[in-house]
Each structure stands twice: as structure tokens, then as C-alpha cells.
């Protein structure tokens, strides 16, 4: 544990903290809310959406769009990207004295890979929304990829509850998220005042035992092309061997649930 954290130590964080973060982490509190439920709906979040379907085989936005028409699950979705979050949702917020807001999102919203996934895709011009609703109301925006291909941990809220989360061991889907966490990092990279943080794979779980998550990758100004490399390099790792660094890597920064 320690050689490997001292090799990320020496690789990844000097180099980040060459870096002006978009908020004072370590000297200024993070208080904040989570939006989960809304870019990616789970069952006790939003037992309504899964209960009009009427059908209780739909279980996780993967079923949702399996097991309805397109067109159904799309208009149903749409409706609750629309209503279940507003800018009036971050106004509350930064009245009530928060500073950050963590924004779950899956990968499905980027791409639809080539294994056929049934999930409904029209989230992202939701997280262009909640970037531009943080920024109005001075709230800072962590963007949490919340669902990997193959499923990390086969829970819901991963979009796919299966017995068997195939993530970790199919370096296909770790080079996809690590593609979308790239992309994403790109989209925000000249707004890291109000997007400051990307939470990189929420509740890795293995063996049936949950594993810290990979807690957060800070966006120190500008994210350098080097960083990014870094950061993949930190994917490529063997999985049960990265897994375990992310404790100790990630719990150097505040978090919030
Ligand atoms: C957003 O605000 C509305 C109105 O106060 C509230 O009903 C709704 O629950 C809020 N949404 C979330 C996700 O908290
Ligand atoms: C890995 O995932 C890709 C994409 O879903 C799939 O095409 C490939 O067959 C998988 N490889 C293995 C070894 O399971």
C-alpha cells in the first residue's frame, strides 16, 4: 500500500497541486447536496417513474429501456428531466448556504457501446443545464460518473443490477470510462470555477464487497493533457490493484456523499 502510494504520491499529486483549485479545499468546508435520482433514476429515489411503467420487472434505467418502447421510456425520462430538477432546486440550495452540488451521471448518457445496451441517451443537455444553473447560483458542480459499462458494482444505481458486474475485468469497458471521463473533463475544463471536481466511478464494488469509490479527481485549473495521462495510467492498473489506492489517494479531499 504504501510503495503504491508512493509512486502515486511522486506521480500524480505534485503535479496536481502545481495547480489553483476551483474552490479552497483543506482550509474552506464542503457542504453540499447530491442530486441523485435524476440523470440516472433508481428505483427508491424515484419509486414513481419505475412504478407507472406498471411492469415489476423494471428494476434499473437498463430495464427501463429494455423492457418498454423507446418512445415510452424516452418521454417518460424526458418528463423527468425536466420537472424533477430545476434552477429553482439550485437556487434553494445556495440560499440555504451550500457550496457544492455532486451530479450523478452515467456513461450511457456519452455513448451507447457496441454490446447493444438499451439505455435511453438524451441526458446531457441536463448536465449543460446543472453547469450553467451552479454557475449562476455560485455552486460549485461535481460531476460523479455514476454508472460504467458492464456495471462496477451491479447494483441500480449503476443502471444495471446484475449478479456478475463485468467492469473491472474487461479492459474495453475501463478504456471507455476512461474515454467519457476524459470527454467530460474536456467540457468543463474552462469552467473548473464551478466544476472543480470530477467524481470519477461511484461504489466500485468487487467480490461482493464495496471498495472506497474512486472518490474524485480535482480539476485544478486547466486539466493538463499530462494529468489526464496520468489519470489513465491509473486505470490501466491492474483492477484489484487499483481499487485499493483509491482510499488513500482520494481521501486527502473532502467529500460528500
Ligand atoms: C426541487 O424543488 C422542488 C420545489 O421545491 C421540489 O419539489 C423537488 O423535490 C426538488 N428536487 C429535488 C431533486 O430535490
Ligand atoms: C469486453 O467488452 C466488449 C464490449 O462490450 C466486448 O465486445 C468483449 O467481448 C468483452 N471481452 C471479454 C473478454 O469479455
Known amino acids: 500500500m504504501n510503495t503504491i502510494r508512493a509512486v502515486l504520491g511522486l506521480s500524480f499529486l505534485p503535479t496536481a497541486l502545481a495547480f489553483t483549485p ?4 483543506g ?19 424515484t419509486p414513481s417513474l419505475f412504478d407507472n411503467t406498471g411492469n415489476s420487472a423494471i428494476v434499473d434505467e437498463w430495464t427501463f429501456g429494455q423492457l418498454q418502447s423507446h418512445s415510452t ?19 434553494a440550495i445556495a440560499a440555504a448556504g451550500l457550496n457544492h452540488v455532486r451530479l450523478p451521471i452515467g ?18 443537455p441536463y ?4 453547469i450553467t444553473w451552479a454557475t449562476n447560483h455560485n455552486l460549485k458542480l461535481i ?12 447494483f441500480d444505481n449503476s443502471g444495471h443490477r446484475i449478479s456478475t458486474p463485468g467492469w473491472a475485468s474487461n479492459n474495453t469497458n475501463v478504456q471507455c470510462t476512461d474515454a467519457i ?33 474512486l472518490k474524485t479527481l480535482i480539476l485544478y485549473g486547466r486539466l493538463s493533457d499530462e494529468l489526464s495521462w ?25 467529500s460528500i456523499g
Not at 110 to 124: C, H, R, S
Open 73 to 91: 421510456a424516452l418521454a417518460a425520462l424526458t418528463t423527468h428531466w425536466n420537472t424533477w430538477t430545476t434552477e429553482s432546486n439550485f437556487t
Open 143 to 154: 460531476i460523479d460518473l455514476h454508472g460504467a459499462p458492464d456495471s462496477q458494482n451491479g
Open 181 to 213: 471521463i476524459k470527454t467530460t473533463a474536456n467540457m468543463v475544463k474552462d469552467n473548473t470555477a464551478n466544476v472543480p471536481r470530477i467524481a470519477p466511478l461511484n461504489e466500485l464494488s468487487s467480490r461482493g464487497v464495496i471498495l472506497p469509490s
Open 22 to 25: 476551483g474552490f479552497p479545499y
Open 230 to 254: 496520468k489519470f489513465m495510467d491509473f486505470f490501466a492498473l491492474p483492477a484489484l490493484q487499483k481499487l485499493d489506492i483509491t482510499e488513500h489517494l482520494f481521501q486527502e479531499a473532502p
Open 127 to 130: 448536465l449543460t443545464k446543472a
Open 27 to 45: 482550509s474552506e468546508k464542503v457542504r453540499g447536496v447530491n442530486f441523485g435520482g435524476w440523470l440516472v433514476p433508481e428505483p427508491w429515489i
Open 107 to 124: 456513461y450511457w448518457a456519452f455513448e451507447v457501446g457496441p454490446a447493444g445496451e438499451p439505455y435511453i441517451q438524451g441526458q446531457l
